[in-house]
């Protein structure tokens, strides 16, 4: 008896990195290297990296521009997500998200608090849907990025991955 082979296969997506910082170079910034790193291992595609500085209006004019790019499917920054002054990430994710995922930043603090306790709760990392892009903002630590990649965005982001993934949702994100 003939069976169909229903696994689907791997199919790679197009990141974006931001890294938000008053005070790091492309030769400093670490978490920014480790996550487009890990998503150039994972089989997908780094389409553009950058840096901006902590200021809302600058960091919500650079997801603006990629969120309109069609080359670009995921936007994932690093830095800006505690809770001094100077972090806004969250603020400018406020600003042009237009469905929140609030299950990332649950998770991302849940799998946080196995390893660094309760200082998870300073951290505000969150993701959300905006035109049909996903954005993810995580913490700006090289152990962060690590951990939001590994543990929960390179899962999702696996087309072979079930029960569900992103990717499979991909094609409906920008349906009105």
């Given at each position: 008896m003939s069976q169909i082979d229903h696994e689907p296969s791997f199919r790679p997506c197009r990141?974006?990195?931001?890294?938000?910082?008053?005070?790091?170079?492309?030769?400093?910034?670490?978490?920014g290297a480790v996550?487009?790193?890990?998503?150039?291992?994972?089989?997908?595609?780094?389409?553009?990296?950058?840096l901006v500085a902590d200021?809302?209006?600058?960091?919500?004019?650079?997801?603006?521009?990629?969120?309109?790019?069609?080359?670009?499917?995921a936007i994932i920054t690093t830095g800006g997500t505690g809770i001094t002054a100077r972090?806004?990430?969250?603020?400018?994710f406020a600003h042009v998200i237009e469905k929140e995922i609030p299950g990332f930043g649950e998770l991302?603090?849940?799998?946080?608090?196995?390893?660094?306790?309760?200082?998870?709760?300073?951290?505000?990392?969150?993701?959300?849907?905006?035109?049909?892009?996903?954005?993810?903002?995580?913490?700006?630590?090289?152990?962060?990025?690590?951990?939001g990649w590994d543990m929960i965005l390179c899962q999702q982001f696996d087309s072979c991955h079930r029960p569900c993934n992103f990717v499979d949702l991909m094609p409906r994100l920008r349906e009105g």
């Open positions: 990141f974006a990195v931001l890294t938000v910082s008053d005070t790091r170079t492309f030769e400093t910034d670490r978490s996550l487009a790193d890990r998503i150039e291992k994972a089989g997908h595609h780094l389409v553009e990296r950058a200021t809302l209006e600058d960091i919500a004019e650079y997801l603006r521009l990629w969120i309109e790019r069609d080359d670009i499917e972090d806004v990430t969250p603020e400018a991302f603090r849940m799998l946080s608090y196995a390893k660094i306790g309760t200082s998870t709760i300073q951290s505000r990392a969150m993701g959300g849907i905006a035109k049909g892009t996903l954005l993810f903002a995580l913490p700006g630590s090289t152990g962060a990025v690590a951990d």
